[in-house]
């Protein structure tokens, strides 16, 4: 049952390509809550893999399988795959562990930073302006909820497109999207192959965004011509917001464009395959996880002498 483990391990690597796919081919809104319930349990299953990979190889010390009051070391089938497995695992643990909290420091600075300015200056509703002579615009999460907004950004659009670009931000706040953002960055550190599924649940959180700001504003067009005059003047912009707060110019703004451009491609048969793979997927990394997981503890209770082999 060991190499069950190394399951959750793999099967992660088919997210990129199935998550792409699902979002080409379901509701914005819909893909978004797919893939970042995917990514989130396919994270699980690989944590509890390698930590249970680390305890086997851990377990098998027998210093530390007299602390763990085991009357012997674990046995398993062979050294010669276990302990290396054991060992690439605790590296691989390590080095999440360690990206994961320089991101969240990171983060935390910004969201901070990010608060404090918009809080110093005067808000108009929900609209808080910035004086900067670089452009940006995105939504801020926390309470209350807030637009923020630099001059620079405001000179370099027309009054409809500036609507059209508040509507947007605004979609991203009603809907949450920072949640998905904050859970797609936790993914992100668990295993390699998620990071490429945070920059697709991104790029989901933006269409919705993109969809709901269209339905408000009532002109397809005209959104689609802010979000791209805002993208390129905020091209080679420094940026302080913090990851998860999203904005209209980040991810691929021209397939954004094309999208809200283009007429609507419906394959509702494909689409339902496309999302039963990805679903398939993440059932069987979470049932191998579990599996191998439930299997470490058998051999626990029995090195322990509470069960028979």
Not at 45 to 61: E, I, N, S, Y
């Amino acid at each position: 049952m060991t190499a069950v483990l190394l399951l959750p391990l793999v099967l992660p690597f088919l997210a990129p390509v199935l998550g792409r796919r699902t979002l080409d081919r379901l509701a914005p809104a819909t893909a978004l809550w797919v893939l970042t319930a995917s990514a989130l349990a396919l994270a699980g299953a690989c944590v509890a893999a390698l930590g249970a990979l680390v305890l086997l190889g851990l377990l098998k010390l027998p210093a530390l399988a007299a602390f763990g009051e085991l009357v012997h070391p674990l046995r398993t089938p062979s050294d010669f795959v276990v302990v290396p497995a054991a060992s690439a695992a605790t590296g691989v643990l390590a080095l999440g562990v360690l990206s994961l909290v320089r991101s969240a420091f990171r983060q935390t600075r910004a969201y901070r930073t990010a608060r404090t300015q918009a809080g110093r200056r005067p808000a108009a509703g929900d609209l808080c302006v910035v004086e900067s002579p670089h452009p940006d615009a995105y939504a801020l999460p926390g309470r209350p909820h807030r637009i923020v907004v630099t001059t620079a950004m405001l000179r370099s659009l027309g009054p409809a497109e500036r609507e059209a670009l508040f509507a947007h931000e605004r979609a991203h706040n009603r809907a949450g999207h920072h949640y998905f953002l904050v859970v797609a960055e936790l993914a992100a550190h668990c295993h390699p192959a998620l990071r490429r599924v945070r920059e697709i649940i991104r790029l989901a959180a933006e269409r919705d965004a993109d969809e709901a700001a269209a339905t408000a504003v009532g002109d397809r067009r005209l959104l689609a011509t802010a979000i791209a005059r805002a993208a390129l003047a905020c091209h080679a912009s420094p940026s302080d917001r913090p990851g998860f707060a999203p904005a209209a110019t980040t991810g691929p703004v021209a397939q954004r464009v094309a999208a809200l451009l283009g007429p609507a491609v419906r394959r509702p048969r494909a689409a339902r395959t496309i999302a039963f793979l990805l679903v398939v997927c993440t059932v069987l990394s979470v049932g191998a996880g579990t599996a191998g997981v439930l299997d470490f503890h058998h051999k626990v209770e029995v090195a322990q002498g509470e069960e028979a082999p």
